[in-house]
C-alpha cells in the first residue's frame, strides 16, 4: 500500500479489505463521503482518502413498508427523489450543498449520518440516530458488520448503528444505512418577524407548548431583526398555519404572514447552518437560554438560525471572534465548530469544545474496542480520538 | 455462606442499611422472576439502595469483589431480563421513586429510575405528555424503560424510549457515576445505553422529553371477517400517508378472550377487531376520521364504531389491554412472543403462523401493534399435559424464526434477555455478534453487569487492563476465556 493515495471501493467487501490492508500496513484512512464538510480537528496528513463515491446504489425501497436502504455514497438530494415519487421521504433535511460553491458536490447519507447532521425536520423527526433502524458498517480490521434490521421497531442486539452515528468515521466506515420513511405531505409555514429577542423567544415558547404537531419550529436572528417559522403538514395545513399565524400576531410579532410556497423559507434556513467565510459553532443549550444565546451572537455582529423547541443553533460568526463568542455562552450549553475557512481554525483551540471526563473515557474505549490500531480518521475527533 | 459473600453482605447492609439487604429465602422469593415467570432464580442477596450514591458503592462493593450484578426496576419485563444470578446481587430501585424536577419551559422531566411510566405523564399532564407507553405503564419503571427501549401501542407515530431520553446519569460496572447527555459533542453513548438491557451499566437518574398533548384524539374500532382482510385495511391506511396515533389489531381468539374479561361490546363473529386511533390537530384528525371509515369497509369491515365520548374510547382501549391479562379464560398458560415483520408481509406470515399452530395441534392468539409489524402471538398451553408447555416454546420459536426469514426481528420491545439469547443467531451473523461484543466491553470490561444476558452465549472481553485475575464466570464454570 506503500504508493496508495486514495481508495474509492465499489463493494462492501472491496472496503472492508481496504481498510485491514491500512491497518496491516501501519497506515491511517481519512474516510470521507462527498466533502461536504470539512469539520472535525485536521488529522493526519499521512491519511490516504477513503471515498464512498463508489458506494452509490439505493438497494432497496420499500413503499408499502416505508423502508429504505442506502449505500453510503448517495446523495441524500438522489434518495429524495426516488422517495418523492412514492410521496414519501427520508425526515432528515440538513444542507445538502458545498458551502465552498462546488456543485459537483452533494452531501452524501453516509457523511451526513456519520456527522449526525440535521435541519429543521429534525423538530419533529429527530436526527440521523432516530431515522437509522439498521446499519452495516466495516471496521479496521476488515470485519463487516450489521446492526438493527429493516424494520422500524426492533430491540435485538446492541445499538451499534446510534453509536456510529455522528462518530466522523472514527469507529469504522459505514457501507449502507436502513431508514424509515415517513409521508410527503403539503405544507404551509406560518412566518412572523420582530425585532425585540425577549418577544421573539416567549412567542417560540408559546409556539413549542401548543398541540400544533409542527414538522418544524424555528427562528433565526441577523443584523437586528428576528423571525419565527411554524412548518404545518397534511391536507389541512393551509387552516393550522392560520391557526399559528393568529398565535404569532397575540405574541406580538409584526409582519405575521402564511406561504404554501414555503420551501424557499426553509432552505434560507438551512443556508444559515454553512458559510464560507465566517466560522459556524453548533450550540446546544437549553430554549430557555435562547436570548442569551442570541446575545452572544450578536456580541460578534454574527447571525444565527435554530431549532427553537430544541434549544439547538447554528451561529455564524467572524472566525477571529469564534473563541469569545464561545465564552459568552449561557451556562451549562455546549458548542461544535463546523465551518471554519482553514486559516482562522488554528485561533480556536478545539473544535469540539470540553467533554466531561467520565464521558472521554468510555469513549476512548469505544475507540479503542473498535479501532485498537487508530487506523480510521485518527486525530479528528472529541479529546483527540 | 462462603466468607467473601459474608463480607460483601456485611458491606452492602453498611452502605445500604441492615433493613435494605435481603437474604432470607422467603423474602429472596420475590425477586426469582421478573415477568417472565417461567424462568426463576434466587439471587445471593438482594439490595434496595436509596439514591445514587448507594447504588454507586453498591456496585463498587460487587465490583472489588468480583462478583457480577443484576439491576431490577418493577420486574415487569417480559423476556427474563432482570432474571437474577445464584451467586449474583440483585440492585433493586424500587425505593428510588422521586421526580425530581418539571420543566415545562424546557420541556422535559428528571427522574429517578423507579418511577412508574404512566406518572411521568401524571406529572405533565394534561397540557403534556410523555409518548412510550407499554401495556404495563401503570407499574413498569422509567429504569426498566431505558434498559429495554420500551415501545407500546403508540410508537408507529412518536417513537420508543430512545427517542426520548435527553440524559442519563448511569452507574458503570467499576462504580463510577458518568452523565451521558443527549447534545454532548462525541460518540452517542446515550444511544448505546438505552436498550442494552441492563448490560452497560445502570442508570440513577434520567432526563426525559415531553411534549404537549395531542389537541383532539378519535378512536375507531372495525371488525372484519378475518386478519387478511384488516391487514388490507392496515395496508390502505398507511398507503394515504395517514400515521395514526396507534393501530392495534386482535384475532377471533385474542377477542373471545379480551371480550370474556372485559364485556366492551367487541363482536365475537369477527375474524379481527382494528382499534385506529387518530390523534393531533383537530383539523386534520376529523377530514382523516371519514377517510379511514371509508377505507376499512372498502377492505371488507363489516362493522365500523367511532367513540363519541372518552367512556367509550376508554371501552375500546379496555379489551384491546386486557388481551394478555385475560387470555387465562381460554387456556391455563400461554407463552408471549414479540416478533416483528415488515408490515407487507402480514398476510403471509399470519397464514404460516396459523399453519404452525395447527401442526403442534396448539392454540396461537394474535395481539399486535399492526402499524409497525410488532406481532405478539400468545401461543395458548396447558401445563398439566405432559410435554405441552416445551411443545409450545418450540412453536413459539418457530413463529419467532419465521418472523426474521420475513426481514424481521426477533424482538420488537420485549428484549432479548435470557428468554430470545438463543435466537438471536438467527438474526446476526458472528461478525455481528463480536461486533455487539466490543461495544459492551467497552462499557463493562469485567462483564458484571447482568451478564448472560443478550448475547447467545457467554462471552468475555479481551485484554483486560491489569493482572490477570479469574473471572466469576469462569469460576462458576460458565464461560472460557479465548
Redesign the interface.
Known sequence: MGTLSSVEPETFERAAQALAELTAAGRSARISGAGTKRWGSPGSDAAVPVRTGGLNRILAH??????ATLQAGVPLAEAQERFAAC?QQLALDPPTADPGGDSTRSATIGGIVAT?DCGPLAHRY?GP??LVVGMT?A?ADG?????G????????????A??F???FGT?GLILSVNVRL????PTTTAVGRTGDPGRLCTAA?AL??????LEALDLAWEGGAGRLLAR?A???AG??AQRIAAAMVDEGLHDVATDGEDEPLWERQRAGQRSAAGAVLRV?A???TTVEVIAAAESADGSLVARA?L??FHLTVPPAQAAAVRSRLPEGA?S?LHDCPPAARQQIDDP??V??A??????R??K???DPSGTCNPGT???GI | METGSAELIAQLRAICGREFVLTDGGELATYQSDGLLHYRQRPLVAVLPSDAQEVAAVVRACFEAEVPWVARGSGTGLSGGALPLADGVLIVLARMRRILEVD????RVVVQPGVTNLAVSRAVGP?YFYPPDPSSQIVCSIGGNIA??S?GAH??KY??T??YVLGLQVV?SDG?????RR???????L??F???EGTLGVTTEITLRVI????HVRTMLAFFPDTGAAGEAV?AI??Q???PGAIEMMDSLAIEAAEGATGAGYRLDAGAALLVEVD??R??CE??LTRLERTCEDAGAFEVRLAQTDAERDLIWRARKAAFASMGRIAPAYYVQDG?????RLAAVLREIDALASDYGLRVANVF?AG???LHPLVCYDDAVEGEAARAEELAGKIVRACVDA??????????GVD?RDY?SA???E??????Q??????D?HGLANPGK?MPTPRLCGEVPGPYREHPLERAGIAQRM
Open positions: 420499500d413503499p408499502g413498508d416505508m423502508t410521496d449526525a429527530g440516530r432516530d458498517v471496521l470485519t463487516i458488520a450489521r446492526s434490521g429493516t424494520v422500524i421497531k426492533n430491540v435485538a442486539g446492541y445499538d451499534v446510534k453509536l452515528c455522528g462518530s469507529l415517513h409521508p410527503r405531505l415558547r413549542a407548548a401548543m398541540p400544533a404537531e404545518c397534511g391536507p389541512q387552516a393550522r446546544a437549553d430554549p430557555s423547541a434549544g439547538h455546549v461544535v469540539w469544545g467533554t466531561p467520565g464521558a472521554l473515557g468510555l469513549m474505549a469505544l479503542a474496542r473498535f475527533f472529541v479529546g | 415545562l419551559e424546557n420541556q397540557s429495554e427501549n415501545g410508537c408507529f417513537g420508543f430512545t427517542n458503570l463510577t457515576l458518568v452523565r451521558l447534545d454532548d459533542p462525541g460518540y452517542d453513548l444511544g448505546a438505552v436498550g442494552s404537549p398533548a395531542p389537541e395496508s398507511v398507503d400517508g395517514v400515521v393531533g390537530p383539523e386534520e377530514s382523516v416483528v415483520i415488515p408490515r407487507t401493534h409497525d409489524g410488532n426481514g424481521g426481528s426477533i424482538t420488537g420491545e420485549h428484549g432479548v430470545k438471536m438474526m446476526f451473523g461478525a455481528d455478534l463480536e461486533t455487539f466490543r461495544l459492551r466491553c467497552a462499557f470490561p443478550v
